[in-house]
């Protein structure tokens, strides 16, 4: 039995989000499984931008070179703004998951992340803590895999300065 | 599982009220928990076989069923609850087999593994960890022991009624002044309780009937309050009529 699950990562700051990602590429990791969802702070002396220009999406702002990056290698993005907090933004496959949850619920009074996060089984105490870290500005990272994968992935993320590495089944 | 982990509180204060861990120091705690991996299982699932013979897990949060069940006519057995602070399985720990069981997951849960090489390793280099083993093997092996002297000896109300009487929690009033809470088996199904006793459904839900009737318990919102402790204790007593007329039929 091949058991599916999500393994789940968490960084506090882009650095370290940034390393993680360098090093999933180089081990020719596959990266269409993975995610990546963080906030961008808005500061009235800063500027947050996204274009859409022949066929690809791309950001400017302070945390740019990070999304671009991310933007370049996996494919669904979607933002979403937090009021007083900032744009929450997700690229990756998780982006499918998050519009077929909205799309079901479109009335729905929960955040679009945690819609996302209930769907692949993650558990409703263990969203809100994920929800509450991402408006503290840290980065979650996301891979989707057979049992091996993701114990693969865990070992090499929990070796990049990750705060807490989980599997979950869902 | 690391020190900055947000849900590190929590694994640690499991850790410390599990009596698989009771007998270790605090620093010898916080070793150990480095080694562990975190996971989360939804409510329904079934650990692979191939997981459990290869990695051991404590429950930090939720229940698991450890089920038996016969191979023809798919009839189950519970074999053990396990709750927060247990680990599993201790088994294939002593003897390194796999173990034909099912654990199933009761709640969501949330567990920490390590591979089993590393916690053989941790019997032989932490004397404090082997001491709080074997008293925790014993404690199991004596559970398991009472399930076959159950399931030999006691007829079906009997053995609900132990079940219940097993995992009650007297003096513990919440919403009636004269109910005791039943910790653990409450917001179980009847499916549950049943595999529990060694019984089927039906059964079990015609004896709680029964019992909810005479006013022996009581079952609100799935929560199961014995009202009456004496009752149960006794439950022969207060058998249906139309099941001890039945009883040879009764599995």
Redesign the interface.
Known sequence: ?K?QGYCIA?Y?TVEAAEKVFSALEQTRFDLCTVSVAGKQPLREEQIFGYCHDAGQVKCWGRLSPFWNRALDRLSGFAFYIVSNEGLIIVVGPLVSTMMRGLKEGPETKYSPIRVALSRI???SG?VD?YES?LNANAFLILEQGT?DEIHRV?DLL?HHD????????? | ??F?????PDALTAFKKSRFFSGLNQQEIETMLQGF??????KG?IF?SQ?TLERFRVLIKGRIEMIKMHPDTGRELTVMLLNPGDAFDVVTLVDGKAHDVIPQALD?L?VLSVPMSTVRNWINVHPAFNQTLLPYLGEQMRTLENLAADLALHDTVTRLGKVIMRHAVPGDMVAEPHATPVKLVHNLSHETLARMTGSVRVVVSRHIQHWKEQGTVDVRRKELAIRDLGELVSPELKEPQEIKGNRNAIP
Do not use: C
């Not at chain 1, 990750?162 to 869902?170: L, P, S």
């Open positions: 039995m058991n968490l506090k089984g993650v558990s263990n803590l870290m049992q865990h929990m990750a705060m807490d590495v989980t599997i979950h089944y869902g | 599982m690391k900055q982990s947000p849900f590190y991996l975190r996971e989360t299982w939804k699932s692979p997981q969501d949330e």
